[in-house]
T-cell receptor
Framework: KNQVEQSPQSLIILEGKNCTLQ??????????LRWYKQDTGRGPVSLTI?????NTKSNGRYTATLDADTKQSSLHITASQLSDSASYIC????????????FGTGTSLTVIP | DAGVIQSPRHEVTEMGQEVTLRCKPI?????LFWYRQTMMRGLELLIY????????DSGMPEDRFSAKMPNASFSTLKIQPSEPRDSAVYFC????????????FGPGTRLTVL
């Protein structure tokens, strides 16, 4: 069964600290993996898109890694800021007909001063 | 470009009424997606279009839901009749292509069915 699981479900960190969010998936055949940031009351915003051949991709203080062998991805946030408080959603696409999308339930991150 | 535009931003209706949600994608984007988000189920893809043609509607929950894209700049998601369990935030997104390209989301429509 194609699934995407994210951990932790929620996380509280102090401003300036680093953190890592996890995404494990069983989706096959794999097409790409996306990380989105969703602020409260707003639509998701894409952070990174990674294909099978990409191990690491950065977007400012956000760095995503992908291990296609173990079917794991992580999103590392460096020097967190209060504005990083949001929900982070992992989405994995499969290359079936129609290109299926599988969504994680998200990690809720709260950065406190 | 103003980004993806959705209307209304909030909709409150009574069970049994028809609800129509509207979306204007980013100009030049060939793909349009409709999503639903709830606390219980998270984000779900309902349907997506390529060049105004529905490609995959396997996420549409039941026959009460229908979506159309009469032209490249407009799409609707209709629920008839609406039920309380349809209460959710509905997002529209668009992208240049399907696989490698970023999807740009609208601000969403918060639907409450009483």
């Amino acid at each position: 069964k194609n699934q995407v699981e994210q951990s932790p479900q929620s996380l509280i960190i102090l401003e300036g600290k680093n953190c890592t969010l996890q995404c494990n998936y069983t989706v096959s055949p794999f097409s790409n993996l996306r990380w989105y940031k969703q602020d409260t009351g707003r639509g998701p915003v894409s952070l990174t898109i990674m294909t099978f051949s990409e191990n690491t991709k950065s977007n400012g203080r956000y760095t995503a890694t992908l291990d296609a062998d173990t079917k794991q991805s992580s999103l590392h946030i460096t020097a967190s800021q209060l504005s990083d408080s949001a929900s982070y959603i992992c989405v994995v696409s499969a290359t079936n007909t129609g290109n299926q999308f599988y969504f994680g339930t998200g990690t809720s991150l709260t950065v406190i001063p | 470009d103003a980004g993806v535009i959705q209307s209304p931003r909030h909709e409150v209706t009574e069970m049994g009424q028809e609800v129509t949600l509207r979306c204007k994608p980013i100009s030049g984007h060939d793909y349009l997606f409709w999503y639903r988000q709830t606390m219980m189920r998270g984000l779900e893809l309902l349907i997506y279009f390529n060049n105004n043609v529905p490609i995959d509607d396997s996420g549409m929950p039941e026959d009460r839901f229908s979506a159309k894209m009469p032209n490249a700049s407009f799409s609707t998601l209709k629920i008839q009749p609406s039920e309380p369990r349809d209460s959710a935030v509905y997002f529209c997104a668009s992208s240049l292509a399907l696989r490698r390209n970023e999807q740009f989301f609208g601000p969403g429509t918060r639907l409450t069915v009483l």
